[in-house]
Structures are given as C-alpha cells and as structure tokens.
C-alpha cells in the first residue's frame, strides 16, 4: 500500500513523451520529454525559433504531434479538441491578449467560468431552476477571482479601455475562472515594465501557492523565469537542449551559448 501511494505521489500530473511536430518537411519539435509535477512551476525557455510556442499548442490541442504523447494524469490528451480541454483542466492565457474588447471584464471572465458548468441549451432557454442556481454560483466565483486579481474596481468596464497591464490580469483572470490544474502561461511579461513584470512574477507564485494551479511558464524574460520557476527545460531548433534546475539550466554551457549568450560579452 506504501509504495502504491509513493507511485502515485511521484506520477506526474502531465508528461510530454517524445513529442515531434514537422510541418511541411520543417521539423519543428523533435522528439521532446519531460514531466511536470503537482504544484510545480515549469520554465520552458529557447531562442526565438526553439519550438516553445509549437510545443505550448500541442499542449491546448491547437496542433497535433506528428509522433509521440502527452498525458494528463496518465491518460492521453490528443483525442480532445481545443474546446474540450478546459474541462480536463488545461487553461491557458496568450502571447497577444485575446479578450473579447467589447465586452466588459465580468463578462471577458465570465465566458472563461463557462467552460467548467454543464448546463445545455435547451435548459438555459428554460430557465430552470438548477440552471439559476449554477448562474449563481458562477457569478459568485467570477466575482471571487476579480476579487483575488483586484479587478473589482474595473468589473463592469469595457477591456478595450484598459491599459495593457490590467487586459493581461484580465486574460489571467478568465484563464483561473475554468479553475485548470494546469495554467499555460504564454509570454505573459510581454510588453510590461520591469515594476509589472516584477509583480507579475509575484503573483504567479501566489496563484501557484494559494489556488493549487500547476503553472508552465514560456517566457523570454530570463530574469522572471529564473526568479519563480522550480524546474527549466530549455528548447533550440527543436530539441531539448538542457533540463533542471534554474540555476542548473543558466550556468549549462549549451544554454549558454544559444540563448543566454557566451560568458564573455
């Protein structure tokens, strides 16, 4: 019974098993792997053209690998469209912000809050009375999660008035509305000042810590990376190129040289 429940605590929560992607002859992922644990913060890291982005899709089922695997909780997640993946527990947020600008910020987290309810149309054209009690609620944890990312003053504001920092929090936000286990980040220091990207890196820990959310975090801003992540797996044309700890992965010497730069400039 001990080392069936040590199995189980070791299994990873999601494992990326010799992953290839190749468009049109272009190899574009070859062969990639690594496990995230529970409660982990993963970095993955690479040069402009490492296969980080090609990678963050198949993970939200935006592409489908040419060969290999990727298990959520020991089962495969590569017969799930993109609009099912919500519901396993995959969230995820945008390199470019991709809210819904003309409607206010209740409503942009809202939508993502839909994801986990399992009302059906002809219950929601009734009105039924389970259906009011899931509105509801749904209300109630869209208000929390404002609440949490300190939205509430700007609830029932329009997102396309609003500074780019505070859309970002917004995506955030609709991203933990689906309440995931895992939460895909995509670049999301992109465009902040170093004060926003410092506060970002704050509370991405906080959301790990307080929320149970397992973060995998593609980031070209190293210093934030670097700063929150437990474990970093670097990319380059592909492959993987390094994996382990932060200061591990920035003082490997491959790393170095394809992406941090030599130790001599």
């Known amino acids: 019974m001990g080392q069936a429940q040590t199995a189980q ?13 190749v468009f049109g002859g272009i190899v574009a992922l070859n062969g990639v792997s690594f496990d995230m644990q529970q409660g982990q913060i993963l970095g993955l890291i690479g040069p402009n053209g490492a296969g980080k982005t090609t990678l963050f899709n198949c993970l939200s089922r935006l592409y489908q690998p040419s060969k290999g695997d990727i298990r959520m909780e020991g089962a495969s997640i590569l017969k799930r469209p993109p609009h099912r993946i919500a519901e396993i527990g995959i969230g995820r947020t945008f390199q470019n912000v991709a809210l819904f600008s003309n409607l206010s910020v209740f409503d942009n987290v809202r939508i993502g809050a839909h994801a986990r309810t399992r009302s059906d149309i002809v219950s929601d054209a009734l009105r039924l009375p389970g259906i009011r009690r899931n ?22 504001t329009i997102v396309s008035g609003l500074p780019f920092g505070t859309q970002k929090r917004v995506e955030l936000a609709r991203a ?7 939460l895909l980040l995509d670049e999301p220091a992109g465009g902040l000042n170093h004060e926003e990207v410092y506060a970002l890196g704050d509370l991405i820990r906080r959301i790990r810590n307080d929320r149970s959310v397992t973060v995998l975090l593609v980031e070209h801003h190293m210093g934030l990376v670097m700063s929150i992540a437990d474990h970093v797996v670097a990319l380059n044309f592909g492959r993987k190129l390094a994996e382990g700890t932060p200061a591990a992965v ?16």
């Open 9 to 21: 605590a070791l299994s990873p929560l999601l494992a990326v098993c010799d992953v290839s992607v």
């Open 135 to 156: 509105e509801v609620a749904l209300n109630a944890r869209v208000q929390e999660i404002l609440n949490y990312l300190e939205l509430e003053d700007v609830a029932h």
């Open 176 to 182: 933990l509305a689906a309440e995931p286990k895992i």
């Open 250 to 265: 920035q003082s490997d010497p491959d790393v170095i040289k394809a992406y941090l730069g030599s130790k001599d400039q």
